[in-house]
T-cell receptor
């Protein structure tokens, strides 16, 4: 089975621009979460969506938004990019309900560089 | 205080040795616990969930101490392929699936 897929793999943007990152969950998974990982740190939670509804939001500014589509894929949008937004953006999917306690599986990530 | 704290290392361990990592968490309402491994410039991969009774998967053993709010991971007979960053992860059920990660412990197995 295919795992979580993300696109694009790499992206270079300039300050002030907008970016859209995409994620397709594992087949059958209805929950998608987004994380930001800066160098040397663990991933930080941005959003979780389940059945197209936002279930959780991390401590990120309103420049960050997301949505989930009827096929459970998801987009993360970031407006007015700052240098500090440079990071690896990870998408994770999980099966709810699950026999295993909320295990999440990550995609390969999108590496965003803001110059 | 960080929600999840780990010794960042690095741990440099000879091949075949046993290595142990500890992690502490601050929120006593945490309900689910995991260890992930992350190779350089790759995504985190689930290594194992951690259960209250402790659990073992091959050379890996995880323990949870709710009273002291710490989680441990033991790797026996370490292999070169075990070199990675190990992330301690907890989940508090606030009606969502937010995972809170430690900063990770970097392990290098030396031939």
């Amino acid at each position: 089975d295919a795992g979580v897929t993300q696109s694009p793999t790499h992206l270079i943007k300039t300050r002030g621009q907008h970016v859209t990152l995409r994620c397709s969950p594992i087949s059958g998974h209805k929950s998608v979460s987004w994380y930001q990982q800066v160098l040397g740190q663990g991933p930080q939670f941005i959003f979780q969506y389940y059945e197209k509804e936002e279930r959780g939001r991390g401590n990120f500014p309103d420049r960050f938004s997301a949505r989930q589509f009827p096929n459970y894929s998801s987009e993360l949008n970031v407006n007015a990019l700052l240098l500090g937004d440079s990071a690896l953006y990870l998408c994770a999917s999980s099966l709810i309900p699950s026999g295993r306690p909320y295990e999440q599986y990550f995609g390969p990530g999108t590496r965003l560089t803001v110059t | 205080r960080k929600e999840v704290e780990q010794d960042p290392g690095p741990f440099n361990v000879p091949e075949g040795a046993t290595v142990a990592f500890n992690c502490t968490y601050s929120n006593s309402a945490s309900q689910s616990f995991f260890w992930y491994r992350q190779d350089c410039r790759k995504e985190p991969k689930l290594l194992m969930s951690v259960y209250s009774s402790g659990n073992e998967d091959g050379r890996f053993t995880a323990q949870l101490n709710r009273a002291s709010q710490y989680i441990s991971l033991l790797i026996r007979d370490s292999k070169l392929s075990d070199s990675a960053t190990y992330l301690c992860v907890v989940r508090v059920n606030f009606g969502n699936e937010k995972l809170t990660f430690g900063t990770g412990t970097r392990l290098t197995i030396i031939p």
